[in-house]
Nanobody, 123 residues
Framework: VQLQASGGGLVQAGGSLSLSCAAS????????MGWFRQAPGKEREFVAG????????YYTDSVKGRFTISRDNAKNTVSLEMNMLKPEDTAVYLC?????????????????WGQGTQVTVSS
């Protein structure tokens, strides 16, 4: 399974960005999917996750009400819509696939990882 994340960039505080992750080489609809982020010198942090069907979504508290995760199983993609961005959202954002279908804030649940896309929010 290969995951390719895209959509990062530089935005001013209060702005918006949309990230996308395209999966190939597996049965996407069987995977729980997650978005994580990692800032320099910090541990990788769970941002959002979605169940196999997309009917359930999960968010870390700091992004609730600002970020929305969604997936399109017909297109093998998972997206992260980010609004009201803050400088503390600056990080490399990575998508990850859980072949067990479980969605968790723990990185150990995820089998495959994308390469990441940089999001920089200026103040």
């Amino acid at each position: 399974v290969q995951l390719q994340a895209s959509g990062g960039g530089l935005v001013q505080a209060g702005g918006s960005l949309s990230l996308s992750c395209a999966a190939s080489g597996g049965t996407f609809s069987n995977y729980g999917m997650g978005w994580f982020r990692q800032a320099p010198g910090k541990e990788r942090e769970f941002v959002a996750g979605t169940s196999k069907s997309g009917s359930r979504t999960y968010y870390t508290d700091s992004v609730k009400g600002r970020f929305t995760i969604s997936r399109d199983n017909a297109k093998n993609t998972v997206s992260l819509e980010m609004n009201m961005l803050k400088p503390e959202d600056t990080a490399v954002y990575l998508c990850a696939a859980s072949t067990s279908g479980v969605v968790s804030a723990s990185t150990t649940v995820y089998t495959y990882w994308g390469q990441g896309t940089q999001v920089t929010v200026s103040s």
